[in-house]
C-alpha cells in the first residue's frame, strides 16, 4: 500500500520560508515522476514543480520559479519542497503527488494538467497560510 504525507506546513509572513517534506511508504518517490500542487480556496488544484527520476529533470511553474526548490533524499524516501520568499497568494493546500508510468515528457506535461490531474498516489495535503 502506497503512502505519501505531507508535513511542514503552517503560517509565515510575507517574504518568510518554509519547507514542506513529502514521505514516501510502498513506493520509491526517486523511482519515477513526483509532482507538488497546490489548491486555493474557490480555485482549481495546480501543479507546480515536479521532479523525474530524483532529478533527471525538473520542472517550476513561473509563479514559483527562483523561489521554491525541489530536493529528494533518496536514503530517506522523501522530497523537500523549499519555499522562500513566500508571499500571500502562495497560501493554499499543498499536495505531492506521485506516478510509476509517467516518462519523462509526461511526467513534465502531467504537472501543468488542468481539470482531472493524472497522478496515482497522492498525500492528504498541509496547509500553507501567508499573511502579508
Known amino acids: 500500500q502506497v503512502q505519501l504525507v505531507e508535513s511542514g506546513g503552517g503560517s509565515v509572513q510575507a517574504g518568510g520560508s518554509l519547507r514542506l517534506s513529502c514521505a514516501a511508504s510502498?513506493?520509491?518517490?526517486?523511482?519515477?515522476?513526483m509532482g507538488w500542487f497546490r489548491q486555493a480556496p474557490g480555485k482549481e488544484r495546480e501543479g507546480f514543480a515536479a521532479?523525474?527520476?530524483?532529478?533527471?529533470?525538473?520542472y517550476y511553474a513561473d509563479s514559483v520559479k527562483g523561489r521554491f526548490t525541489i530536493s529528494p533524499d533518496n536514503a530517506k524516501n522523501t522530497v523537500y519542497l523549499q519555499m522562500n520568499s513566500l508571499q500571500p497568494e502562495d497560501t493554499a493546500m499543498y499536495y505531492c503527488?506521485?506516478?510509476?508510468?509517467?516518462?519523462?515528457?509526461?511526467?513534465?506535461?502531467?504537472?501543468?494538467?488542468?481539470?482531472?490531474?493524472?497522478?496515482?498516489?497522492w498525500g492528504q495535503g498541509t496547509q500553507v497560510t501567508v499573511s502579508s
Open positions: 503527488a506521485a506516478d510509476p508510468y509517467f516518462e519523462a515528457g509526461g511526467c513534465m506535461t502531467a504537472i501543468q494538467a488542468l481539470g482531472v490531474i493524472p497522478f496515482t498516489y
Open positions: 510502498g513506493y520509491m518517490l526517486s523511482s519515477n515522476c
Open positions: 521532479i523525474y527520476r530524483g532529478g533527471v529533470s525538473t
